[in-house]
């Protein structure tokens, strides 16, 4: 099984709103990312999960939360998001922390629309 | 500081012909890795090429090849025999041993023509 699982594909949520974007994987990886995508932009690094701690917070504004409960799950809660926060979130894994050889695999992305 | 640049934002190229792609990069590491990923419209990001830095000889991947100059950091992918499924936005991205990020350049959108 070499796949990072996201759901939900889609998501449209009011500025009030609270809800969460799940990824999964059972790989063993041990490193775990979220990324935001704009359209026909590179993916921007939000946060990173080492051995399910958090390593990186790229400055990410506070109505994003990461939440990881165990060595395969990683979740995005999102509340109070703003239009400019939709965007594609992409997650992705990789094997070991700290060793850049391998590879990372995403998943397929939760297109997320703020109204 | 890690910086990887694209400086071809959209490129095209003839079905069966070949095309070569881009990057440059910036590192002070002794110790890192390239990567080319590719993403179609379906939105997926997939490997398509990986190379260390400390080896000498380019990575290749069925069509897929890479130039690496490490001494002008530079790592172009050429992809021969294209077909139309190699239409897609190309991330070249770079990670490193005392890091555990994946710096990405701004990308590449190929267009195959039948």
């Known amino acids: 099984d070499t796949e990072v699982t996201q759901t939900p594909k889609h998501l449209v949520m009011g500025m009030t709103n609270k809800k969460s974007l799940k990824c999964e994987q059972h790989m063993g990886h041990r490193a775990m990312y979220w990324y935001k995508q704009k359209a026909k932009k590179p993916p921007e690094l939000m946060f990173v999960?080492?051995?399910?701690?958090?390593?990186i917070n790229e400055s990410v504004p506070s109505r994003f939360s990461p939440e990881c409960p165990n060595s395969s799950l990683l979740n995005l809660h999102l509340h109070a998001l703003q239009p400019e926060d939709s965007a594609l979130y992409l997650c992705?894994?990789?094997?070991?922390?700290?060793?850049?050889?391998?590879?990372?695999?995403f998943g397929q992305g939760t297109r997320l629309t703020v109204v | 500081a890690q910086t990887v640049t694209q400086s071809q934002p959209e490129m095209s190229v003839q079905e069966a012909e070949t095309v070569t792609l881009s990057c440059t990069y910036d590192?002070?590491?002794?110790?890192?890795?390239l990567f080319w990923y590719k993403q179609p419209p379906s939105r997926q990001m997939i490997l398509v090429i990986r190379?260390?830095?400390?080896?000498?000889q380019n990575a290749t991947e069925n069509r897929f090849s890479v130039n690496f100059q490490k001494a002008a950091k530079s790592f172009s992918l050429k992809i021969s025999d294209s077909q139309l499924g190699d239409t897609a936005m190309y991330f070249c991205a770079l990670n490193s041993n005392t890091g555990n990020q994946f710096y990405f350049g701004t990308g590449t959108s190929l267009t195959v023509i039948p």
């Open positions: 590192t002070s590491e002794n110790n890192y890795y």
């Open positions: 190379q260390e830095a400390y080896k000498q």
């Open positions: 999960y080492s051995y399910e701690k958090l390593s």
């Open positions: 992705a894994s990789s094997q070991t922390p700290g060793q850049g050889n391998t590879e990372a695999f």
